[in-house]
């Protein structure tokens, strides 16, 4: 387990991880200061659940962790957000 950590980034996310010594990873999402109002920032909120629903059976099950998500705007729907989350979580080991 890594004790420190870690940062990955694409283009529109950043992603954060640190073990948690938990038995299950939890997640949060996060917004850039200058993402708009409420209503864009909850629907991002709710399509990177769903991202993150879908690819939660194929996360890595030796390493739990935090998760945080730090979303820029300009990424709107779900395949793009998906593809995203895939990207990163692939990128930090996790997938």
């Known amino acids: 387990?890594?004790?420190?950590g870690?940062?990955?980034?694409?283009?529109?996310a950043a992603l954060f991880t640190l073990a948690n010594g938990l038995a299950l990873h939890?997640?949060?999402f996060c917004?850039?200061?200058k993402f708009g109002p409420a209503v864009r920032r909850n629907r991002a909120r709710?399509?990177?659940?769903?991202?993150?629903?879908?690819l939660r059976p194929r996360l890595t099950g030796a390493r739990r962790?935090?998760?945080?998500l730090l979303l820029?705007?300009?990424?709107?729907?779900?395949?793009?957000?998906?593809a995203q989350l895939e990207a990163l979580l692939g990128r930090a080991g996790l997938l």
């Open 6 to 12: 870690r940062k990955v980034s694409c283009k529109g």
């Open 1 to 4: 387990m890594f004790t420190k």
């Open 46 to 54: 709710r399509l990177g659940r769903e991202a993150y629903r879908a």
């Open 26 to 28: 939890r997640v949060a």
């Open 31 to 33: 917004f850039a200061r």
């Open 72 to 82: 820029y705007p300009g990424t709107d729907t779900l395949a793009d957000r998906a």
């Open 65 to 68: 962790c935090d998760i945080v």
